[in-house]
């Protein structure tokens, strides 16, 4: 350890390993689930950390092994059949709920144990295998590790650690409208973001397309991207076979591309532990700061489809604890499943869209494997920090319907002040909430807030999905089933306007 006043705490957090796996494989009786690809991400994050033997009873002892939530595996306790996998066994085994901020939420609260509770090694993953479980399901297969093994009993004597908060993030108004899918949300928080901006559907239709190609161009130089191809603006707004209208204004290439294979791993450990094991200084990276919080549980209750105050709140708050600006950070990644998250994100973070906001190329080109695309982006920042040790990344984690939020920011130079945390969620939560209005209290006329329209698998405008304003400030859900209504709405502006809406919260035109 250095000495004078550049000695380190040895107490303070580092990450020193990463990796990120994807697995292209069209037979599918040889195609890895999702444990064994967590395990081999694991595996290789040992190696670019340059520990041998991990999981020994010495020095490289595990303090905990932590998953996040995964969709294509059925196993009660993921972390403990990886550790079984690899001939190694940690003191905790945990599991996440749902959420695509878990992965810094993991990062920030392993920091915290190992800055204050005397943890020395903790082993973060997460994966899926969703591509190859949606292929054999088709061809009527049934792979290995699709199934559930052991007994009821077993499953819970080797319950894993709950870890973190699982919101309810549905309102009962809302599930009572079938309004709950983020392929159906997302588009809200974009048609309310057009009408502010004064744009035209076409106009913004260029205007997020252009953002969206430039994320596919960091996605072809990215060698961990699963889409390695960069597309003009024109392709991606353009709907076509292969890139169908899904939830307007979205298409394909617009969403979120869960159909993939893909995990990754990160290593982290005190200053101590790194030292003891002769980790190269040249592997550290140093948290200086995280922050964790969340708007409003209920879009119902969100005062507006255009602000979102936890993002600017948290983010703020990152910043003043890492002692940075945002224009000090030269690396981002802001979370990406639509394009309406990354507007307001950047704008909740005084982040220029014309910057680069994105170090992987984000959840529709790099891959979005539901809950753990942000470890990837850690990772990736990670390689990136490593490749220009002066420069500062930022990556803002999201979950939900913008819902839950999760910020970290890292370098290479260890902090001034240790590694500071705070969870800002008083401040949010004592803002405004609007009321929600019944179907049978809605009834009548109202003001479109925001809306989309989802599409069938021909691309044909299928269900309207509105939230609307009432005279009394209120906001209530609104849905057709009017295919005209749905195509018109496509083609011309109908936020702003004045509809009416009948006792189940049907719009009549």
């Known amino acids: ?72 595996t059925r196993n009660t306790n993921p972390a403990r059949d990886i550790a079984t ?11 996440t709920p749902h959420g695509g901020n878990m992965p810094q939420y993991l990062v920030n609260n392993a920091a915290l144990q190992i800055r204050d509770d005397g943890a020395q090694m903790i082993v973060l993953t997460g994966g899926e295998s969703f591509r190859s479980r949606r292929r ?7 792979l290995p590790w699709m199934e559930l093994k052991g007994s009821q009993e077993s499953q819970e004597q080797q319950a894993p650690t709950a870890l973190g908060e699982d919101l309810v993030m549905n309102h009962e108004i809302e599930l009572a409208h079938n309004i709950m899918l983020p392929i159906e949300i997302y588009p809200m928080f974009e048609t309310a973001l057009r009408y502010r901006d004064k744009r035209t559907v076409a106009e913004h239709q260029k205007y997020i397309s252009e953002l969206w190609s430039r994320f596919s161009d960091v996605a072809a130089s990215n060698q961990h991207a699963w889409i390695q191809q960069s597309y003009t603006a ?13 939830g307007f204004p979205y298409t394909k290439l617009m969403n979120s591309n869960n159909d993939v294979d893909m995990a990754a791993a990160l290593v982290m450990c005190s200053v101590e ?25 209920f879009v119902s209750h969100r005062y507006s489809f255009t602000d979102t105050p936890a993002i600017r709140i948290g983010g703020q708050r990152v910043l003043e604890l ?19 998250a990354v507007q307001l994100g950047a704008e909740s973070l005084g982040v220029s869209l014309d910057r680069q906001l994105t170090c992987t190329g984000g959840l529709s080109f790099a891959g979005g494997p539901f809950n753990n695309y942000v470890m990837h982006a850690i990772a990736t920042t990670m390689t990136k920090l490593r490749e220009r040790p002066q420069e500062t990344g930022l990556v803002w984690a999201n979950g939900g319907y913008a819902t839950k939020h999760a910020f970290g920011v890292y370098a290479t130079t260890p902090p001034l002040h240790g590694f500071k945390h705070e969870s800002p969620q008083d401040e949010v939560d004592s803002l405004p909430r609007r009321a929600v209005a019944t179907a049978i209290d809605a009834q009548g006329l109202a003001t479109v807030e925001a809306y989309s329209v989802m599409h069938d698998r021909n691309g044909a405008a299928e269900k309207v999905r ?44």
Not at 234 to 246: D, H, L, V, W
């Open 1 to 72: 350890m250095t000495s004078g006043q550049n000695k380190i705490d040895p107490r303070t957090p580092i990450l020193v390993g990463q990796a990120q796996v994807a697995q292209h494989i069209d037979h599918l009786e040889s195609a890895a689930g999702p444990i064994e690809l967590m395990s081999q991400a694991i595996r290789e994050a040992f190696t670019d950390a340059g520990i041998q033997n991990a999981g020994a009873k010495n020095t490289t002892a595990i303090d905990a092994l932590r998953v996040v939530r995964s969709l294509s």
């Open 85 to 95: 996998m690899l001939g190694i066994s940690a003191n905790e085994y945990g599991l």
């Open 136 to 142: 054999a399901r088709a061809a009527q297969m049934t």
């Open 234 to 246: 024109e392709a991606i707004r353009t709907p076509s076979q292969e890139n169908r209208m899904i």
């Open 273 to 297: 532990r790194a030292e003891a094991l002769g980790i190269s200084r040249d592997k550290w990276i140093f948290l200086h700061a995280g922050t964790d919080c969340h708007e409003h549980n």
């Open 322 to 340: 890492a002692q940075k600006s945002i224009t000090e950070i030269e690396n981002l990644d802001l979370y990406s499943c639509f394009p309406s």
């Open 466 to 509: 509105a939230a609307v304003l009432l005279a009394d400030g209120r906001r209530a859900w609104a849905t057709s089933s009017n295919t005209q209504l749905g195509q018109e709405m496509c083609e011309n502006e109908w936020v702003g306007k004045s509809i009416s809406l009948d006792a189940t919260g049907d719009i009549r035109v």
